[in-house]
């Protein structure tokens, strides 16, 4: 069993910066690959960014690429993604997952068994 946390979502003005910070309980947090996913209102869920097991692989959409880093701290438990150049599409609901049969970074939603209750970003213009 493993349970997320996620915080340092918040309101902040466009061109700023946010970092979420996403903490796990369980002893299967370092074996499994992540991921953060956010849903704006009345959209679906998408994947914005993953991880590798070892952290050493990453992805980004298209939409955040150069601007969001994703990073972990397996020893910390703890899974980070950092928003710089933030704009007003970016307002969403942002959760973290955790894909516990992956070693691999992974995009599909249905292969995260774990996710977290979220945490709003809104981007004001």
């Known amino acids: 069993q493993v349970q997320l946390v996620e915080s340092g979502g918040g309101l902040v003005q466009a061109g700023g910066s946010l970092r979420l910070s996403c903490a796990a309980s369980?002893?299967?947090?370092?074996?499994?690959?992540m991921g953060w996913f956010r849903q704006p209102p009345g959209k679906e869920r998408e994947c914005v960014a993953a991880i590798s097991r070892s952290g050493l692989i990453t992805y980004y959409a298209d939409s955040v690429k150069g601007r969001f880093t994703i990073s972990r701290d397996n020893a910390k438990n703890t899974l980070y993604l950092q928003m710089d150049s933030l704009k007003p599409e970016d307002t969403a609901a942002y959760y973290c997952?955790?894909?516990?049969?992956?070693?691999?970074?992974?995009?599909?939603?249905?292969?995260?068994?774990?996710w977290g209750q979220g945490t709003q970003v809104t981007v004001s213009s």
């Open positions: 369980g002893r299967t947090f370092s074996s499994g690959a």
């Open positions: 997952a955790i894909a516990t049969a992956r070693r691999s970074l992974t995009t599909n939603l249905g292969e995260y068994d774990y």
